[in-house]
């Protein structure tokens, strides 16, 4: 259970799994949790009497922490309405969706009774970082840490959290100060050691790993660490092992099932590793860098419906990652979405107004598949405008810029050749038609004259010149002039 899905499951009493890690924070988030307000009653009535006792223990032990804490409150209203925040959340949870505003007032109303109860603005905090309200969040871990400077959870997830924003120094200040103020703060060790292995230094990572474990010798996340660093280190062997034993401890651990499908990737078994990276997203679909690495694996193999569905569920769980968008806009390139790939690159640059990259890819989009070549490039030049002088001249948006402008001089001339073209046709096309008018003004004209006569006819019968007709059958022949008589 993550430091953000801890649960308070009575008055008094904390979850001890509660160590918190960036891992954590990272993925859903959830408020710590009240089981019922029976306690709240009992607690209640119980400051009536000459030695007023908390509703189970006095002080109950986070062995994770290995502090002591004070319980939760004594107020009974303030436990009722932790107790309505707990049941309105689950309630929630079981309909999917963000947290509604309706389940951090029940929290709100919780620290009205009693300003003190710092679990209550721990989960104000939880839920402002689900809703992407950072400063909120950071300001109710802050109050929360005020109250009860041993609730280290809190710690752990504001350090995370000031790493989220940028703030590194104040994160690694803050798990320092945790560590110093309690040796046997496992997450805080974990979180100094990733940062340590995010900076390159893997001896130092191993050292707070192995503290770690020192302290709590099944901790997950140590041997989540030392597996990662011995990954870095390509010592896949130590890597794997260490994976391995953190697996022995929790067999379905889903991120220590992504450590493991990254090191059969490195061990160049790409059907065993993929497998294992699936099965870890179908385990925790929250693990987006399992998503990512899945996707980027898709796309080497020309598999662009099967990256789009990985970057389209990224994107759902996390709708300001930006280069998810990017790969998400080349999947659907790859699949000849074009429209939708146009439509999710310029929502990007509508997001971000300040970012390069989505020009470039426009004007790829536009070059090579739509022939929108004056588009493709306005993109490039506003890339490379973007990009400034830190922009290398053997960049290809510099050689493409080259390439869409003799387009778009080839495709000029062609317009032109086309226009010349269609105009002599034209002209053709009225010359024939003049033509074909003529003849038939000229056919017209002739069918209204009559017939001359021809020369060579016979004169018809009556006329001057024409011959006698023939006797009929049966006539005395004509006697010829001059013939005598028998």
Do not use: W
């Not at 019922?36 to 002080?59: F, L, N, V, Y």
């Amino acid at each position: 259970m993550s430091a953000n899905q801890c649960l308070a499951m009575a008055a008094t009493l904390l979850l001890v799994s509660c160590g918190g890690s960036k891992e954590a924070v990272k993925e859903d988030p959830k408020p710590v949790e009240e089981k019922d307000a029976a306690a709240a009653k009992k607690a209640d009535e119980s400051k009536k009497k000459d030695e007023p006792k908390p509703a189970e223990k006095t002080i109950e032990e986070d062995v994770t922490a290995g502090t002591k804490r004070p319980p939760v409150s004594r107020n009974a209203d303030a436990l009722a309405a932790f107790a309505e925040g707990g049941k309105a959340y689950k309630a929630q949870e079981s309909k999917g969706g963000p947290v509604a505003d309706a389940v951090a007032q029940h929290y709100q109303a919780a620290i009205k009774a009693d300003e003190k109860m710092a679990v209550a603005y721990y989960n104000l905090a939880v839920i402002a970082e689900t809703k992407g309200a950072l400063d909120e969040a950071e300001a109710n871990y802050r109050q929360a840490l005020s109250k009860d400077a041993t609730l280290e959870f809190a710690a752990n997830n504001l350090g995370a959290l000031l790493e989220r924003k940028g703030a590194q120094d104040q994160a690694r200040k803050l798990f320092l100060a945790v560590v110093d103020k309690n040796p046997r703060a496992v997450a805080a060790r974990v979180r100094l050691g990733e940062m340590e292995l995010a900076g390159g230094d893997y001896g130092e990572s191993l050292t707070y790993a192995r503290g770690a474990l020192a302290h709590d010798p099944r901790s997950l996340p140590a041997y989540r660490l030392l597996s990662r660093t011995y990954l870095a280190q390509k010592q896949t062997s130590l890597a794997k092992l260490m994976a391995l034993r953190g697996l022995k401890i929790d067999p379905n651990d889903p991120q220590m099932t992504v450590i493991m499908g990254e090191i059969l990737l490195a061990e160049k078994d790409q059907a065993a590793g993929l497998a294992t990276l699936r099965k870890a997203v179908d385990a925790d679909g929250s693990l987006l860098k399992a998503r990512y690495q899945l996707a980027v694996a898709a796309m080497d193999v020309r598999d662009f419906a099967g990256a789009a569905e990985q970057y389209e569920e990224i994107l759902r769980r996390d709708p300001t990652a930006i280069t998810a968008q990017y790969n998400l806009a080349m999947a659907y390139q790859g699949q000849g979405r074009f429209v939708q790939a146009k439509e999710l690159l310029q929502s990007a640059l509508k997001a971000h107004p300040e970012a390069a990259e989505p020009h470039y890819l426009l004007a790829d989009l536009y070059m090579r598949h739509m022939n929108q070549y004056v588009d493709a490039k306005k993109e490039l030049k506003d890339f490379i405008k973007k990009k400034g002088s830190g922009l290398s001249s053997k960049h290809p948006a510099v050689q493409m810029l080259q390439q869409v402008d003799d387009m778009i001089k080839s495709e000029e001339e062609s317009k032109k050749q086309m226009e010349l073209l269609k105009k002599q046709e034209e002209e053709q096309m009225k010359a024939q038609q003049a033509e074909e008018a003529a003849a038939a003004a000229a056919a017209a004209k002739a069918a209204e004259q009559p017939a001359a006569a021809d020369p060579n006819a016979a004169p018809k019968e009556g006329e001057a010149g024409a011959k006698p007709a023939p006797a009929g059958e049966g006539a005395a022949p004509t006697e010829k002039p001059g013939s005598s008589g028998p």
